[in-house]
């Protein structure tokens, strides 16, 4: 889960793993994968940095990781 925070700013937390996509429209918009859509405060790569950090927070970096090297 990241932290994010709406437009009108109240704070709210979103389960990356439901991210489809990310564009600045010029808000930050994060569309999932549901079609619904959330404007956020953050800019792209603060959301790109939130999701990586929880990723690798849950593992499934270095899952890929190792999965890749056990392959090679």
Do not use: C, W
């Amino acid at each position: 889960m990241i932290e994010l925070t709406r437009l009108n700013g109240d704070e709210f937390v979103l389960n990356a793993l439901y991210i489809e996509k990310i564009e600045a429209l010029p808000d930050t918009t994060i569309s999932l994968i549901n079609g619904k859509k959330h404007f956020v405060k953050e800019s792209v790569h603060e959301v790109i940095q939130l999701i990586t950090d929880y990723y690798q927070q849950i593992g499934t970096i270095d899952l890929h990781k190792k999965v890749v090297e056990k392959d090679e």
